[in-house]
């Protein structure tokens, strides 16, 4: 165990392996709750890992009950009823950018759209919305992109517009998300407004920053390994396998959030003291030899395949089914649709966006 500087210098302990990155995840003694001075933060404006209103920065019970609408609202059954919505969004989106040539930014022309388009279906607004959701979303995970001042205009207009969806569904019933949200009631409570609103923006958020990073990752790393990807088209039924190696390999949240020690607590790695914040990589994890076999090869067979780019215990991301059915369709029909799809480039020539909190692709050129 090793202490390290957050971005703007605030320090931070660090644990690598898979079990203390598990435990660091799922103890509850670890707190999300980081919010008393001299607290490590990624910057000095708010951001996705600093809001205390988000629910990822939360503890039980506060977190418990408003996790519990959203697990709802999410439901495997939901997810399963949009799948539909989804396929037939991926499949515009791809002809689209067939109708336009032999060639595309695969990042702008279907990774970025398409979770952004699913969203504003759920969420009944109009697809022009998308490119300022997109906007939006990147100001919640900037580190250096925007100025604080940026930052905190944007995503107030961001709740602004939101909260116009969230009046709009009460009166239309428009947006199958937010009238989950809005009309659930669990033992007798129900989400107000203002809960709402902010449960609607951080999935709006996060369907966009993850999830189309991780098709973009998996684009990429099917292209760039040719025996993998020829696998997949043999055998179909590897779709979902593949999407946890792509999110094994390339997760978006690569580095994880700190957390706070709210008694002395022992990890393998050693003792993270009381009132001590800790940081556990998950990439790092993801790539623990104890854990995977030869842990720097991409293996669409790979299983068992625990990895953690999804989180674990009480922050299990509980948008996990969505965007897994959106990572399998958006997948399946890029290497069923586009037999002869490769890279322009070499992957180690790609570039990486800097900046922000998820780790994502600048552009992603393709040929077919």
Same mark, same amino acid.
């Given at each position: ?37 001299g607290a490590p933060r990624f910057t000095s404006a708010r951001d996705v890992s600093s809001d205390p209103e988000s629910i990822l920065n939360m503890d039980p019970p ?14 495997? @059954?939901? %997810? +399963? $009823?949009? =799948? #539909?919505? !989804? ?10 950018? /067939?109708? *336009? ?93 203002? @809960?709402? %609103? +902010? $449960?609607? =923006? #951080?999935? !709006? ?10 098709? /973009?990752? *998996? ?150």
């Amino acid at each position: 165990m090793t202490v390290v500087s957050c971005p703007i210098g605030d320090p931070v302990r660090l644990v690598c392996r898979h079990s203390d990155v598990t435990a660091v995840f799922s103890d509850p003694r670890f707190s999300r709750r980081l919010h008393y001075p001299g607290a490590p933060r990624f910057t000095s404006a708010r951001d996705v890992s600093s809001d205390p209103e988000s629910i990822l920065n939360m503890d039980p019970p506060q977190h418990t009950r408003i996790r519990r609408f959203l697990q709802q609202a999410l439901s495997a @059954r939901n %997810v +399963r $009823s949009w =799948r #539909g919505h !989804i396929q037939r969004t991926a499949d515009r989106l791809l002809d689209s950018m /067939a109708s *336009g040539g032999r060639s595309a930014d695969l990042v702008e022309a279907f990774a970025e759209p398409l979770p952004n388009l699913v969203m504003c279906a759920l969420a009944g607004a109009q697809e022009e919305d998308c490119a300022r959701w997109q906007e939006w979303s990147n100001m919640t995970v900037s580190l250096t992109r925007y100025t604080p001042a940026e930052v905190r205009e944007g995503l107030a207009e961001f709740e602004s517009h939101v909260t116009d969806l969230v009046r709009s569904n009460a009166a239309t019933g428009r947006g199958e998300l937010i009238s989950s949200l809005r009309e659930a009631v669990i033992e007798g409570d129900s989400l107000d407004e203002h @809960r709402i %609103v +902010r $449960s609607v =923006r #951080g999935l !709006i958020f996060a369907a966009y920053e993850t999830t189309s990073s991780a098709i /973009a990752h *998996g684009a990429a790393l099917l292209l760039a390994h040719p025996e993998q990807l020829a696998a997949l088209r043999a055998h179909p039924e590897l779709i979902g396998p593949a999407v946890e190696e792509v999110l094994r390999y390339w997760p978006p949240f690569a580095h994880g959030v700190p957390r706070r020690a709210t008694q002395d607590i022992h990890l393998p790695a050693g003792c993270i003291p009381a009132g001590e914040a800790v940081i556990g990589p998950i990439a790092a994890a993801n790539r623990d030899e104890r854990v995977f076999t030869d842990p720097d090869t991409f293996d669409i067979g790979r299983r068992p395949n625990p990895h953690l780019s999804f989180g674990q215990g009480a922050h299990y991301c509980v948008g996990a089914a969505l965007a897994r059915s959106e990572l399998e369709v958006a997948l399946t029909l890029l290497v069923t649709r586009f037999p002869d799809l490769a890279l322009r480039c070499s992957v180690n020539d790609l570039r990486w966006h800097e900046g922000f909190l998820v780790r994502r692709l600048e552009s992603l050129p393709v040929s077919w």
